[in-house]
């Protein structure tokens, strides 16, 4: 407890090796909060940075913490193709407004192996019209991966972009079975 009785806000991290490059997690006491991509030294010290200001804690290297350890589990059984979604608890501090509503919807909406276009992802959480505010929506995305914005494409059969490199989505539709494996 901090000196006002409140409980100290605690954020744990873990750097995992998986098929697109290390991935740092993130976890606070409400769940998994943020998945960064090509989790170098340097990045990852950028994201704790951000963690440290936007949650008022400096994030804690703690791989053996019961969430991360599931996290890490479910990661890797997805990576092996044993598992097709996930079942962990989600923090969602780092979003809201509209792009929450949008990665909820994608989180519940559109399961592995399949694809949503950004408009129709749009429509489907009432703004027709909004796929460009999808598009931000996707690129602020505080979970890839877990909150599974790879699978939002553009409707002319485009893959549309992606935080993690366009080869990193590429793998990861491959992967769930929605594009072809790639050649190199």
């Given at each position: 407890m901090d000196s006002h009785g409140q409980d100290e806000q605690r954020v744990e991290w873990a750097v995992v090796g998986t098929d697109v490059g290390p991935l740092m997690l993130a976890a606070s006491r409400d769940g998994l909060v943020n998945v960064?991509?090509?989790?170098?030294?340097?990045?990852?010290?950028?994201?704790?940075?951000?963690l440290a200001a936007r949650l008022g804690a400096a994030p804690v290297e703690d791989p053996g913490s019961p969430l991360l350890t599931e996290a890490i589990r479910q990661l890797r059984a997805y990576f092996a193709g044993e598992r097709h979604d996930f079942d962990l608890p989600l923090d969602w501090s780092l979003i809201s407004g509209f792009n929450r509503q949008v990665?909820?919807?994608?989180?519940?909406g559109v399961p592995y192996g399949t694809v949503v276009g950004y408009g129709d992802l749009a429509g489907r959480v009432g703004q027709p019209g909004g796929a460009q505010a999808v598009g931000a929506a996707m690129g602020a995305n505080p979970l890839p991966v877990v909150v599974p914005c790879h699978r939002v494409?553009?409707?002319d059969g485009g893959i549309g972009g992606f935080g993690g490199g366009l080869e990193t989505k590429r793998k990861l539709l491959a992967l769930e079975g929605v594009l072809p494996e790639p050649l190199f």
């Open positions: 960064v991509f090509h989790a170098t030294d340097t990045v990852r010290d950028r994201a704790l940075e951000r990665l909820r919807e994608l989180a519940t494409v553009e409707s």
